[in-house]
Nanobody
Framework: VQLQASGGGSVQAGESLRLPCAAS??????????MNWYREAPGKQRELVAS?????????DYADSVKGRFTISRDNAKSTVYLQMNNPKPEDTAVYYC????????WGQGTQVTVSS
């Protein structure tokens, strides 16, 4: 399984960004897995940003630091998970990774997001 994250870039604080992550598996399999977005800022440990559980109306969960600003969603038909970043702040600057939650962790290659004030 491969995960391809994209959509990163350099934005001003408050300028929205959407990160898609496409999985190289069928939609039938994709819908069985919880999907996560993590981020890793320079000098900091990788942290969980958002999760969405299985099924078409997956339950979502967020880190306190992004609650109310970021939204995770999934399109099982496209085997894709999204992270909508609204009102990003400079402290959101990091490499963002998508993750397929399984006994053997599967990670995408990461996409850089830089937010300037």
């Amino acid at each position: 399984v491969q995960l391809q994250a994209s959509g990163g870039g350099s934005v001003q604080a408050g300028e929205s960004l959407r990160l898609p992550c496409a999985a190289s598996i069928s939609s039938r399999l994709f819908r069985l897995y919880t999907m996560n977005w993590y981020r890793e800022a320079p000098g900091k440990q990788r942290e969980l940003v958002a999760s969405i559980s299985t099924g078409s109306g997956g339950t979502t969960d967020y880190a306190d630091s992004v609650k109310g600003r970021f939204t995770i969603s999934r399109d099982n038909a496209k085997s894709t998970v999204y992270l909508q970043m609204n009102n990003p702040k400079p402290e959101d600057t990091a490499v963002y990774y998508c993750n397929l939650e399984s006994p053997v962790a599967i990670w995408g290659q990461g996409t850089q997001v830089t937010v300037s004030s």
